[in-house]
C-alpha cells in the first residue's frame, strides 16, 4: 500500500511541507519533481518521527 505526504499529514496533524522537507532529508535519493508515494516502511518512519 502506498501513502502520500499529505494523507500522513492529515493523520498526524502536521503540515505536508514539513513532512517533505523531512522526507528530502531522510530520503536523499527521491527524483526532484516526482510524486512522493511512500510504502509502509517509509511511513512508519514519518509516523515515529512526527507521533507525539
Same mark, same amino acid.
Given at each position: 500500500? #502506498? #501513502? #502520500?505526504?499529505?494523507?500522513? *499529514?492529515e493523520e498526524?496533524? /502536521?503540515? *505536508?511541507?514539513?513532512?517533505? %522537507? !523531512?522526507? %528530502? @532529508? @531522510? !530520503? *536523499?535519493?527521491? /527524483?526532484?519533481? #516526482? %510524486?512522493? @508515494?511512500?510504502?509502509?516502511?517509509? *511511513?512508519? /518512519?514519518?509516523?515515529a518521527r !512526527?507521533?507525539?
Amino acid at each position: 500500500m #502506498t #501513502t #502520500t505526504p499529505n494523507e500522513l *499529514a492529515e493523520e498526524l496533524d /502536521v503540515s *505536508a511541507k514539513t513532512i517533505r %522537507r !523531512f522526507l %528530502r @532529508e @531522510e !530520503f *536523499a535519493d527521491h /527524483v526532484h519533481g #516526482t %510524486r512522493w @508515494e511512500l510504502d509502509d516502511d517509509q *511511513a512508519t /518512519v514519518i509516523r515515529a518521527r !512526527f507521533s507525539d
